[in-house]
């Protein structure tokens, strides 16, 4: 069974940033794409940003260029560095593997961890 944990998600004022890892657990891995996304209360979820399993590419989405930076280490671990942080950047953050390169829907992802809390106050 593949496993997705993600944490580094916190409380904190606009201006400031956060670094949200996320580690990835399989038997078997036959993922090609690793993303972020990110829900509000009464909003759909919308991708964020995303890293091939190679790590030799990536994409943003529109909101997030400028601002944050998705990496990977050698084994298992996806990181995602956000910068300048906004109010309307609070929501669940959510780390997600799929099949589908740089796909912007979450339909299109096979597995996603549990989600960490983003709060971000003016």
């Known amino acids: 069974q593949v496993s997705l944990v993600e944490s580094g998600g916190g409380l904190v004022q606009a201006g400031e940033s956060l670094r949200l890892s996320c580690v990835v657990s399989?038997?078997?891995?036959?993922?090609?794409?690793l993303g972020w996304f990110r829900q509000a209360p009464g909003e759909e979820r919308e991708f964020v940003a995303a890293i091939s399993w190679s790590a030799r590419s990536s994409r943003y989405a529109d909101s997030m260029k400028g601002r944050s930076t998705i990496s990977k280490d050698a084994v298992n671990k996806v990181t995602l560095q956000m910068n300048s942080l906004k109010p309307e950047d609070t929501a669940v953050y959510y780390c997600?593997?799929?099949?589908?390169?740089?796909?912007?829907?979450?339909?299109?992802?096979?597995?996603w961890g549990q989600g960490t809390q983003v709060t971000v106050s003016s």
């Open positions: 399989a038997q078997t891995f036959s993922s090609t794409v």
């Open positions: 997600a593997a799929g099949s589908a390169m740089f796909s912007l829907k979450p339909a299109d992802y096979d597995y």
